[in-house]
């Protein structure tokens, strides 16, 4: 995120595409309608929702994804991104820390 031209939910994606089973390009073009709150939940967390859905789809990803929004709920006070940024206690790159880090934990 810090060193590249990807978006927060592109930075999570492609650093968990291959738990995703897919490829860095695939992961780029999936993850970017994400990015900056566009859909209205932070992107960095729709990137890692996105990788326990692709990871877990056999068995279910529905609990995987309740603890991950509970683990970045409590780190960030919100899952919503323009609520975030009002709030501006955190700044992009701590949220996509914190999504990937929950995720790591949960895979």
């Known amino acids: 995120y ?3 031209p990807y978006s927060c939910s592109e930075a999570v994606l492609c650093a968990f595409a291959d738990e ?3 490829d860095d390009e695939t992961a780029m073009k999936l993850a ?4 900056g709150g566009r859909k209205t939940k932070c992107g ?10 692709e990871k877990f789809r ?8 309740a603890e991950l929004e509970r683990s970045f709920f409590e780190k960030q006070g919100s899952l919503n991104c323009r609520e975030l940024r009002a709030m501006g206690r ?3 790159l701590e949220r996509v820390r ?6 790591n934990e949960l895979l």
């Open 32 to 35: 970017a309608p994400y990015s």
């Open 2 to 4: 810090m060193k590249g």
């Open 20 to 22: 995703a089973n897919m």
């Open 98 to 103: 914190d999504a990937a880090v929950a995720l």
């Open 58 to 65: 056999s068995e279910g990803s529905a609990g995987f994804i």
């Open 44 to 53: 960095a967390l729709c990137a890692a929702e996105i990788v326990l859905e």
């Open 90 to 92: 955190t700044t992009c």
